[in-house]
């Protein structure tokens, strides 16, 4: 069994469902979660909308290899209602990237692991660290904390306590 780390995210329809969906979908298809972060809400990274993100990480224990573990999310994905357009950046019904898988290192046009954004976006780092504060990124050699500390990423990351009844 290997360990892996998520990211999941959404900014578009029942934010909340979106997230419980992805969840069960990881249950069912890649394997037991572990650990799960809170839920953040934070500003869009890479592209301005008004439509707030919800996101978490989640450690995963699985059977697939890195290549099956990226079929399987886009699978998932396609199941929970996303479509890849042509933008790289843009309003999602639901992401999920994966950010560590073990201590690999891995590099090709399809996948890179660890998430070669994560150490410059905050609403990755700070549920990350909630979670798994001292795990080392194989490249920078800094654990998560560390990673957190140097972020330039100025954006708003907030514990998310539910939607606003105002």
């Not at 920078?140 to 009844?165: N, R």
Request: hydrophobic share 40%.
């Amino acid at each position: 069994m290997k360990n892996v780390f998520l990211g999941i995210g959404t900014n578009l329809g029942d934010r909340e469902n979106n997230l419980e969906n992805a969840l069960a979908e990881i249950e069912e298809f890649i394997g037991q979660i572990l650990k799960s972060s809170s839920v953040y809400e934070t500003e869009s990274w890479g592209f301005y909308t008004k439509d707030m993100f919800l996101n978490m990480v989640v450690k995963v224990e699985t059977l697939l290899n890195p290549n099956g573990l990226l079929e399987r999310i886009q699978m998932i994905e396609s199941l929970l209602g996303r479509v890849r357009g042509k933008k790289r950046y843009t309003s999602r019904l639901i992401d999920i990237d994966i950010l560590f898988y073990e201590e690999l290192y891995t590099e090709n046009e399809n996948l890179k692991i660890p998430h070669p954004l994560l150490h410059k976006r905050k609403f990755v780092l700070v549920p990350l660290c909630e979670i798994a504060p001292e795990m080392i990124h194989p490249i920078l050699k800094k654990t998560v904390s560390e990673l957190l500390e140097v972020c330039e990423d100025m954006s708003e990351v907030k514990k998310y306590s539910g939607p606003s009844t105002s």
